[in-house]
């Protein structure tokens, strides 16, 4: 694995001075805090972002999908030796045929208890239901809703292979977010919530799930089911983004959102959907690269991160 392992906790040196430490110690030194994270690329995240839409509309299934994901986990495997699929399958409510999805899962630092879970869909939506026309029955490009939070996560991990935030870490890709017909939920969140039905043991201390975070005029306030069921890792996350002065980020409650924080929250886990749904081209044919922009990828990114500097310095040893 490339990530750098965290200064250990146990007294080193020779063993004469380990004696002589005993009686100041007690046998174990004072924990040494992470080191501040480095500072993310947005332009590096805008081209994933790019090369995420030019395999085409990712629908599940698809070739362009089949493409993505291999591109994805080319990616992530340069960050990590622990990349899996979670494959898995069901009937196509809308076919004949099974519907065949698969989540994408990297992982640093794996013997660490204390984990955080960063989220993302990768999937883009089958069908642009709010155009008009022809147009409708199109698939979605899904720059901003699905792309962007892929892109600032892998800029995430770019920075895991280099630096230890003093918690284990656990990125997944979820397929089939946004596979449901207009108002028919049965069929949303595929991925995340197979993926939460599989968990058994595994809890993370947080669950941070990233949607639509690429808008060129970003805003994203707090997200209504977040702010709820989870209210402290919400300002946690807020209270980071205002001392960094993160463009796009506004204290404020916003609407509620079925997303991939959903499965989380009903099993009693701290979750927040960082989300900006005030995107007009949200579900349309529009749905572009032009519409999104690398500095909100930077500044959604840099908070991520420091939010878990912030998680990984409250870790007791």
Not at 205 to 219: E, Q, S
Request: aromatic residues 8%.
């Amino acid at each position: 694995m490339n990530a750098r392992r965290r200064t250990p906790l146990w007294c080193r040196g020779r063993l004469l001075l380990l004696v002589v430490a005993l009686p100041l110690c007690g046998g174990r030194c004072a924990r040494v805090p992470p080191p501040p994270p480095p500072e993310p690329d947005g332009e590096r995240a805008f081209r994933h972002l790019e090369a995420q839409v030019e395999f085409g509309a990712r629908v599940p299934g698809s070739a362009a999908m089949l493409r993505c994901r291999e591109y994805l986990l080319r990616e992530l495997a340069r960050h990590t030796d622990h990349v899996r699929v979670q494959s898995f399958s069901m009937l196509d409510p809308y076919g004949p045929d099974s519907l065949h999805l698969a989540n994408l899962m990297a992982h640093f630092h794996p013997d660490r208890a204390a984990r955080v879970l960063l989220a993302a869909h990768y999937d883009s939506r089958p069908r642009a239901d709010r155009d008009s026309g022809a147009a409708a029955e199109l698939p979605v490009p899904g720059a901003n809703d699905g792309a962007s939070g892929v892109a600032a996560l892998l800029e995430v991990a770019e920075a895991l292979a280099r630096w230890d935030p003093g918690i284990g870490v656990d990125i997944v890709f979820f397929d089939g977010e946004d596979y449901g017909a207009s108002g028919d939920l049965d069929f949303y969140l595929l991925g995340s919530r197979y993926f939460a039905s599989t968990m058994g043991s595994y809890r993370p201390r947080a669950v941070l799930v990233l949607d639509m975070v690429g808008d060129r005029n970003l805003r994203i306030p707090m997200e209504g089911y977040s702010l709820m069921r989870s209210p402290d890792l919400v300002r946690l996350v807020f209270s980071v983004a205002d001392s960094l002065q993160a463009p796009g980020f506004v204290a404020a409650p916003g609407d509620t959102v079925y997303d991939d924080h959903i499965p989380f929250l009903e099993r009693g886990i701290q979750a927040v959907d960082l989300i900006d749904f005030d995107y007009p081209p949200w579900h349309t044919r529009g749905d572009l690269p032009q519409e999104c922009s690398a500095a909100s990828l930077e500044s959604v990114t840099r908070v991520v991160l420091h939010v878990l500097w912030r998680l990984g310095a409250a870790t007791g040893p």
